[in-house]
Nanobody
Framework: QVQLVESGGGLVQAGGSLRLSCAAS????????MGWFRQAPGKEREFVAV????????NYSDSVKGRFTISRDNAKNMVYLQMNSLKAEDTAVYYC?????????????????WGQGTQVTVSS
């Protein structure tokens, strides 16, 4: 089992930046694909970013590409999401998720481990 805890959310003005962190405990996450998802009020949870277990392969949703960066530190069992040039439409609860796999996945259904989420609110 892997337990995930997100932190770093908050209130920020449009154009600002936030860095989300995801701390993993339990089994090592070094061979785990990690993703970030988000869910805005009244909307379904959606894919944001994913990183392979080596960190060598990343991908992003079109809505955040060029603004967000996902990274990981396997030695510390940490995953990060650097969010720049934030927009009001980025407001959502952000979730860290993991799946023990060697390839990357984009669907919620493919992930086995989930954090409790952290709120990000961007004021316009």
């Amino acid at each position: 089992q892997v337990q995930l805890v997100e932190s770093g959310g908050g209130l920020v003005q449009a154009g600002g930046s936030l860095r989300l962190s995801c701390a993993a405990s339990g089994r090592t996450v070094s061979t785990t694909t990690m993703g970030w998802f988000r869910q805005a009020p009244g909307k379904e949870r959606e894919f944001v970013a994913v990183i392979s277990w080596t960190g060598g392969n990343t991908n992003y949703s079109d809505s955040v590409k060029g603004r967000f960066t996902i990274s990981r530190d396997n030695a510390k069992n940490m995953v990060y999401l650097q969010m720049n040039s934030l927009k009001a439409e980025d407001t959502a609860v952000y979730y860290c998720a993991g799946v023990r796999a060697l390839r990357i996945y984009y669907s919620i259904r493919d992930y086995d481990y989930w954090g409790q989420g952290t709120q990000v609110t961007v004021s316009s």
